[in-house]
């Protein structure tokens, strides 16, 4: 439940807000037909966090629109994947973004101050992972989880991954990230006690066949507690994450 409605219904509660008033406040339209895009306004309401926006494949305008709609209806906190330089370039002198340009990602709000006591660790084969991992390192943190990162640690040199056991094992959740033959998932799998989602990567040369090799491999995983996402997913790996990580926390 999303922190908004929760304080309504602690004024309704303390009798601040007329039932009548809050349950229209509840009723408002659910979405926001744009032309372009239909903006999901309940989307918090429903799973806690509000629509993240895909960049790819969208205008700077388009992208401006979405975020207006999403700050008209009180969601401040937004969070934008795939966001090309230029096009976050324009964005930007018309919203208040902040852009990281080697993970693509960008926000409108501030990183919440307050971490989960409980840890993320994202931990990659190698350097050429480290687009997606930043993108799955960002919005983690963006959605308040304590996040460490345990960077070029691949089979090719598992010393590197020994040294960072403590890390690793005190973690609540793993995201592993390779490309090559994503090996490394089954490694740490079967080092912890806790989930380890994996994200194959597009790294690696031709029969990598563009990340498909990892993918396969990762699914394959002989360790338990290994779940897959798609192909450079770091979003998709971060969201599951988090969710994960915030069970049990103090709302």
Same mark, same amino acid.
């Given at each position: 439940?999303?922190?908004?409605? %929760?304080?309504?219904?602690?004024?309704?509660?303390?009798?601040?807000?007329?039932?009548?008033?809050?349950?229209?406040?509840?009723?408002?339209?659910?979405?926001?037909?744009?032309?372009?895009?239909?903006?999901?306004?309940? %989307?918090?309401?429903?799973?806690?966090?509000? @629509?993240?926006?895909?960049?790819?494949?969208?205008?700077? @305008?388009?992208?401006?629109?979405?975020?207006?709609?999403?700050?008209?209806? =009180?969601?401040?906190?937004?969070?934008?994947?795939?966001?090309?330089?230029?096009?976050?370039?324009?964005?930007?002198?018309?919203?208040?973004?902040?852009?990281?340009?080697?993970?693509?990602?960008?926000?409108?709000?501030? !990183?919440?101050?307050?971490?989960? @006591?409980?840890?993320?660790?994202?931990?990659?084969?190698?350097?050429?992972?480290? +687009?997606?991992?930043?993108?799955?390192?960002?919005?983690?943190?963006?959605?308040?989880? %304590?996040?460490? %990162?345990?960077?070029?640690?691949?089979?090719?040199?598992?010393?590197?991954?020994?040294?960072? /056991?403590?890390?690793?094992?005190?973690? +609540?959740?793993?995201?592993?990230?390779?490309?090559?033959?994503?090996?490394?998932?089954?490694?740490?799998? =079967?080092?912890?006690?806790?989930?380890?989602?994996?994200?194959?990567?597009?790294?690696?040369? =031709?029969?990598?066949?563009?990340?498909?090799?990892? /993918?396969?491999?990762?699914?394959?995983?002989?360790?338990?507690?290994?779940?897959?996402?798609?192909?450079?997913?770091?979003?998709?790996?971060?969201?599951?994450?988090? !969710?994960?990580?915030?069970? =049990?926390?103090?709302?």
């Amino acid at each position: 439940m999303s922190d908004n409605v %929760r304080s309504l219904l602690e004024q309704v509660k303390n009798g601040q807000v007329d039932v009548d008033v809050a349950l229209l406040k509840l009723k408002m339209k659910p979405i926001e037909d744009l032309g372009y895009a239909n903006v999901d306004l309940h %989307r918090q309401l429903r799973q806690g966090v509000p @629509e993240v926006i895909y960049g790819a494949g969208k205008t700077s @305008e388009q992208i401006v629109g979405i975020i207006s709609s999403m700050q008209s209806n =009180g969601q401040g906190h937004i969070l934008i994947t795939r966001l090309a330089p230029d096009v976050a370039s324009e964005v930007q002198e018309q919203h208040s973004l902040t852009y990281i340009k080697d993970a693509h990602i960008g926000y409108v709000g501030d !990183m919440p101050t307050k971490k989960t @006591e409980s840890s993320i660790a994202i931990v990659t084969g190698g350097t050429s992972d480290y +687009k997606v991992a930043e993108e799955c390192a960002i919005t983690a943190e963006f959605y308040g989880n %304590r996040v460490n %990162r345990i960077y070029d640690v691949g089979v090719a040199g598992i010393h590197r991954l020994l040294q960072h /056991l403590d890390i690793i094992m005190s973690a +609540k959740v793993i995201v592993v990230i390779a490309g090559m033959e994503g090996a490394l998932a089954s490694v740490v799998g =079967g080092l912890v006690d806790v989930p380890v989602i994996a994200v194959p990567t597009s790294v690696g040369y =031709g029969t990598a066949f563009g990340g498909v090799t990892a /993918l396969l491999s990762m699914l394959n995983s002989c360790a338990s507690g290994v779940t897959v996402v798609n192909i450079d997913n770091g979003f998709g790996a971060a969201y599951t994450a988090n !969710m994960i990580n915030h069970i =049990g926390e103090s709302k």
